[in-house]
Antibody
Framework: EVQLVESGGGLVQPGRSLRLSCAAS????????MHWVRQAPGKGLEWVSG????????GYADSVKGRFTISRDNAKNSLYLQMNSLRAEDTALYYC???????????????WGQGTLVTVSS | EIVMTQSPATLSVSPGERATLSCRAS??????LAWYQQKPGQAPRLLIY???TRATGIPARFSGSGSGTEFTLTISSLQSEDFAVYYC????????FGQGTKVEIK
């Protein structure tokens, strides 16, 4: 059974940093691209960042480019999101999602974690 | 950025009836279109990808159609568990989502 468990969220002041983690199990992690998607309270979905199976291809939404860094550790079956210079508008539930297709990055998420909440407020 | 526009914002349907949800892209996304279902307090669930391919385990009452800029998700006979918010997502370029259609009980 595929499981994705996010952690690392919390309350943080504007301008500070936070690192999210996603622990994956139930599939061959290093065969698949992985993604972070966020959802502000009561709002829709926004794709934040994606990383290919071998970390060779990485992408970011314009809203986070230069502030967030995605990475993965295939030996630990883990995905990360380093978030710096946080802003109030980054407040959201952050989901980790597994890509649908092996060895490609379609950006279709076929399995999602339950999310970790990031609140940016003074 | 490709803008995805869903209509209607809210759809009121009786159980057993057919629901038709629309999604329009601001430019062609070919067939690179997915649909997700999200219930309160839950993560999104993939329903359809490639505009018309049902994801694993998705009931046949869910179907997708369209290509280019116009897409439709049809739920042929609404069950109680289908009342939720539905999002379309294009992945032809950097992925973007529509704002969602809430399907509520009439």
């Amino acid at each position: 059974e595929v499981q994705l468990v996010e952690s690392g969220g919390g309350l943080v002041q504007p301008g500070r940093s936070l690192r999210l983690s996603c622990a994956a199990s139930g599939f061959t992690f290093d065969d698949y691209a992985m993604h972070w998607v966020r959802q502000a309270p009561g709002k829709g979905l926004e794709w934040v960042s994606g990383i290919s199976w071998n970390s060779g291809s990485i992408g970011y939404a314009d809203s986070v480019k230069g502030r967030f860094t995605i990475s993965r550790d295939n030996a630990k079956n883990s995905l990360y999101l380093q978030m710096n210079s946080l802003r109030a508008e980054d407040t959201a539930l952050y989901y980790c999602a597994k890509d649908l297709h092996k060895y490609s990055s379609s950006s279709v998420g076929d399995y999602w974690g339950q999310g970790t909440l990031v609140t940016v407020s003074s | 950025e490709i803008v995805m526009t869903q209509s209607p914002a809210t759809l009121s349907v009786s159980p057993g009836e057919r629901a038709t949800l629309s999604c329009r892209a601001s430019q062609s996304v070919s067939s690179n279109l997915a649909w997700y279902q999200q219930k309160p307090g839950q993560a999104p669930r993939l329903l359809i990808y490639g505009a018309s391919t049902r994801a694993t385990g998705i009931p046949a009452r869910f179907s997708g159609s369209g290509s280019g800029t116009e897409f439709t998700l049809t739920i042929s006979s609404l069950q109680s568990e289908d009342f939720a918010v539905y999002y379309c997502q294009q992945y032809n370029n950097w992925p973007t989502f529509g704002q969602g259609t809430k399907v509520e009980i009439k």
